[in-house]
């Protein structure tokens, strides 16, 4: 069993910055390929980036490649989406999601566990 839990979330205007952390339990962490979704008001789910659990190989969408990074450090059970130049379209709840076993970690269905997200708003 898998928890995660995510911080960093706020308000800040558009071409602004945001760290998002999300801190996992369990001993295996190294193990999952961790992911970034998010989810803007009456929209679906979609794919933001994530960081396989070989390390060294991400993949990010199309929309915030250049903008944002996922990171990840298994010392402390934690990856991170540094976001920047944040656009009024990165608004949404962003949630963080962890996975054993193989990808395609664009995927969301990959993922066994899923943290409660946390609010990034980005005003104009």
């Known amino acids: 069993q898998v928890q995660l839990v995510e911080s960093g979330g706020g308000l800040v205007q558009a071409g602004g910055s945001l760290r998002l952390s999300c801190a996992a339990s369990g001993r295996t962490f190294s193990s999952y390929a961790m992911g970034w979704f998010r989810q803007a008001p009456g929209k679906e789910r979609e794919f933001v980036a994530a960081d396989s659990w070989s390390g060294g190989s991400t993949d990010y969408a199309d929309s915030v490649k250049g903008r944002f990074t996922i990171s990840r450090d298994n010392a402390k059970n934690t990856v991170y989406l540094q976001m920047n130049s944040l656009k009024p379209e990165d608004t949404a709840v962003y949630y963080c999601?962890?996975?054993?076993?193989?990808?395609?970690?664009?995927?969301?269905?990959?993922?066994?566990?899923w943290g409660q997200g946390t609010q990034v708003t980005v005003s104009s």
């Open positions: 999601a962890a996975g054993y076993g193989l990808g395609p970690w664009a995927l969301g269905g990959r993922y066994d566990y």
